[in-house]
């Protein structure tokens, strides 16, 4: 149905931390290839470490990915079209995505005393 590239720009505690939107069109025809090939049906990710030029498949993953929530912000929303499909709804021929859009993430961390954790009556 499509496919969203996505760089990751810096990891964060082994996850993805800022990544953005981008178009390239040898990685769009390695996504088609893998998944014609593998003959795959439903949502799937590929990491691909791309060295002098070429992309080099390192993991493949048959689910909705972590940061799948920038590439539904930039228009493709697999998990709504998914469920689309399974309804036998018509499915958009062409999907729109806004490229060169950006997500970062952070960590915040909490701090709480024992009794703030214990309510009333539990």
Same mark, same amino acid.
């Given at each position: 149905?499509? +496919?969203?590239?996505?760089?990751?720009?810096?990891?964060?505690?082994?996850?993805?931390?800022?990544?953005?939107v981008?178009? *390239?069109? &040898?990685?769009?025809?390695?996504?088609? @290839?893998?998944?014609? $090939?593998?003959? #795959?049906?439903?949502? !799937?990710?590929?990491?691909?470490?791309?060295?002098?030029?070429?992309?080099?498949? !390192?993991? *493949?993953?048959?689910? #909705?990915?972590? $940061? =799948?929530?920038?590439?539904?912000?930039?228009?493709?929303?697999?998990?709504?079209?998914? *469920?689309?499909?399974?309804?036998?709804?018509?499915?958009? @021929?062409?999907?729109?995505?806004?490229? =060169?859009?950006i !997500? $970062?993430?952070?960590?915040?961390?909490?701090?709480?005393?024992? &009794?703030?954790? *214990?309510?009333?009556? +539990?």
């Open positions: 149905l499509g +496919a969203v590239a996505r760089e990751r720009m810096a990891k964060l505690a082994g996850l993805s931390g800022k990544g953005r981008v178009k *390239i069109k &040898k990685l769009h025809a390695l996504a088609r @290839k893998l998944c014609s $090939t593998l003959e #795959f049906y439903g949502p !799937i990710n590929f990491q691909v470490l791309v060295e002098g030029g070429k992309p080099y498949v !390192i993991e *493949i993953n048959p689910r #909705f990915s972590g $940061t =799948g929530i920038l590439s539904i912000a930039a228009g493709f929303n697999l998990p709504h079209l998914a *469920i689309l499909h399974a309804l036998g709804k018509k499915l958009p @021929k062409r999907i729109k995505i806004r490229e =060169g859009l !997500i $970062t993430r952070y960590v915040e961390d909490l701090f709480l005393e024992k &009794k703030q954790l *214990i309510s009333k009556g +539990a």
